[in-house]
Structure formats: C-alpha cells, structure tokens
C-alpha cells in the first residue's frame, strides 16, 4: 500500500473517530415559571436515555456539558411542572431561557390519621426502599458555606466517593475524597472557633437512606396529612404528600411534604423543616462553658429514575445554632451543603480502608486538588452571591 493511501486511510478513520465521539455541546441557561415568571430551582435537565444531567440551581440557573453524536432528546423535568423535550439542535449553542407551565393539581381532603394517607406513605417508602441499590458506590460533588453571625467564614468542597455497604436499615457509610478545597475568611472576632461541620461530611448520603422519613411515617399519629395529585400532560400522575404536626403536641417536630409516583410508589422529592412555633421551644444543651440551641434545619431530597433505575440525585441540608454563655460569647452559626450525584457506581471492594476520610469536614485538607475539578460543567452552579463569597474567601 503506498503512502498515499494509508495518509487517505488514517484521515477517514480519524473522520469517523470524531463522528462516533460527537462533539463536545455546552449548553447554558436559566428555567422559568411559564405563568410567575419566577426562577425554578432544582430542576433536572438531562439526556434522554443517558446518565448525563445537572440541576439548576436557587436561580433556576444551569450549565449542560454532553457529548452529542446525533440529534439528542434534552429533557427538562420537575415534579411540579409539565416535562419539556427539545432536541440538541434547537438549543445548540448561546444562552437559553425554558419555561415549565406548572402542574394542575387536585387537592385532597386533610386527613388526620386516616389509615389511607399512612398507608400511601407506607407503600411509598417501601417502594422505594426496594429500589434504591446497595451497596452502591456515589461519584458525588459537595460544597458547603458557613456563615457566623450572619457573615460568611468557611467555604469547602470537593469530589467525593462515597461507599455505601450493609442494608438501608444497617448502612455502613464510609468516604474517599478524591479532590477538594477549602478556604476561609479571618474574622476581628475575639474566638477563633476551630469548626469541625455538624452536617458531616462522611454522612454526606445517608439522606438518601429514607431515615427521617421513615419517623415521620412511625410517629403517624402526631401528624396531619394532605394527599393531592399533580396531573400533566404526560401519563404520569404524582402524588404529593404535605404533613405537619398536630396543634396538640408539645414537642417540637418537622413539617414538610413527599412526592412519588403514584403507578410506581418511588419518591422523587422529600422535603422537611423544623417547625418554627411560638408556643414550643426547643431543648437547649448545655456544653463545657457554653450553652448550645437548634435555631432551624431543613432538608431537600432529590431522587430520579435513569433507564429504569432508581437513583439518588441532589440533597441540601441547612443547619442553624445559637452558641451562647454569661460572658462575652453570644454567636450565631449557619451550616450549609449541597451534594449532587454525578454517578452511581458498582461497589469497588478494592478501595483501600486506610484512603477512607475520617473528619467531619473538609477544611483540615486546605487545597488538595489537582484539576479544576469545580469548572465541571454539570455540576450545579453557584448562584452571584456565591461566587462573590468565594472571591473574598482567601
């Protein structure tokens, strides 16, 4: 074969290595209520058929990085809102704004220890704990700020590989992290709190264990309930479930609402926060020297089913405490994180114990990077007012 045919035959076959591969697509923009023309957070925009997606952000805001090797179906989808399909040609390239039209939904009654409501939940919960896999491996990506006394301090993340063994009920959670950082701002304040995170970093994934949900099911009867039904266009009917706590107990509990399928029983969204009543107060604790108090917490759970499979997407945890004693000490602390699932993985039983971290938070790595593992482009985005921070953050 002369030399010129094997130049013409390495072209061709470079022409369809490229052609197979695709081309590398971005894909940025903004999700929008159709009828408020308020921003939607957490909404999960994605391939169709492929473990590719983001989420937006607080700001509905997002970033899509795939990999196009023919005219993809991009799926824009939130449990409130009616599902859009576009294909990758009619949002090639610039910035984009989508506009989800919300839900009809049709209200139930309240139901105050109706055994239908429970029952639901119950089946509910128990779908989905069937579907969830373990053990399993999360490629995740954390991020987490702290504000003390209303001014942000600590700011760390990193990308974090989380080994889930054991059962749902037993789980046996441990953590590599594979790349992270962590900064923070020097305070005038007299104490200089050596914070190690309350959220834990380790535990970053047990939310997706359905623990809290499961007391909240067990202790039924201090509830009231709401069922109503989100219909769309789509045959696919959801459920949502709004609990809170009955006028009559005195102790202080969690309000907050589960949507699921109603043909599959799998739960997509779990939300709860610590109910704020002027007539309960929390428990104070008393610490050495100090006295500690739970102000607020809340959790957002995100789950979404990829080729059949059931999987764990997105959970934000925010976390409040009032640091206090008779002297000079009277300190305010807001933790809180972002964990997005970039992929789910079959367990690696040759990751080594001694690689597994063992703190609570990131901050004792400092910089431990690599790779500017933070301009991925489908991790979820920080907001203005994030950035800003983590510019003043040294």
């Not at 535990?203 to 509830?223: C, D, H, M, Q, T």
Request: hydrophobic share 35%; glycine share 4%; with cysteine.
């Amino acid at each position: 074969m002369c030399q010129k045919h094997k130049f013409l035959i390495l072209t061709l076959l470079l022409f369809i290595y490229q052609v197979s591969m695709g081309q590398e697509k971005l894909l940025t923009g903004i999700v929008f209520n159709s009828e408020s023309n308020q921003p939607i957070p957490y909404a999960e925009i994605s391939l169709k058929g492929k473990n590719i997606g983001t989420i937006s952000n607080e700001n509905g805001k997002f970033l899509l990085s795939y990999s196009s090797t023919k005219n993809d179906t991009i799926i824009v989808h939130h449990v409130a809102y009616k599902t859009q399909y576009f294909s990758s040609a009619e949002l090639d390239g610039g910035r984009i704004e989508i506009n989800l039209s919300p839900k009809n939904v049709v209200l139930g009654a309240i139901e105050v220890n109706e055994k239908s409501a429970v029952t639901c939940l119950q089946e509910a919960l128990n779908a989905s704990q069937q579907n969830l896999e373990i053990p399993s491996n999360l490629k995740t990506y954390y991020r987490e700020f702290v504000k003390e006394n209303n001014n942000y301090t600590r700011f760390s993340d990193g990308l974090l590989l989380y080994d889930i063994k054991g059962t749902i009920e037993k789980p046996k959670i441990q953590v590599l992290v594979e790349q992270s950082r962590a900064n923070e701002i020097i305070t005038n304040n007299e104490i200089n709190w050596d914070l190690n995170s309350p959220l834990d970093v380790g535990k970053g994934v047990a939310s997706f264990l359905f623990a809290r949900l499961e007391n909240i099911v067990n202790s039924a009867e201090k509830y009231n309930f709401r069922i109503c039904t989100i219909k769309g266009t789509s045959n696919v009917e959801i459920s949502e479930i709004r609990f809170e706590p009955k006028a009559g107990v005195t102790e202080v509990l969690y309000k907050g609402m589960v949507q699921f399928e109603k043909k599959s029983k799998l739960i997509l969204s779990f939300e709860c926060v610590l109910e704020q009543s002027p007539t309960k107060q929390i428990t104070e604790v008393n610490l050495v020297l100090l006295k500690a108090k739970l102000l607020q917490h809340k959790i957002i759970v995100k789950y979404r089913i990829v080729d059949s499979l059931y999987q764990p997407f997105y959970t934000k945890k925010m976390l409040e405490v009032k640091v206090w004693n008779k002297r000079k000490i009277n300190d305010t602390f807001l933790f809180s994180s972002d964990l997005q699932v970039l992929d789910v993985l079959k367990t690696n039983n040759s990751i080594k114990k001694n690689n597994f971290y063992k703190k609570k938070a990131l901050y004792p790595l400092g910089k431990n990077y690599h790779s500017e593992f933070w301009k991925n482009k489908n991790i979820l985005q920080l907001t203005s007012e994030e950035e800003n921070i983590i510019q003043k953050i040294n």
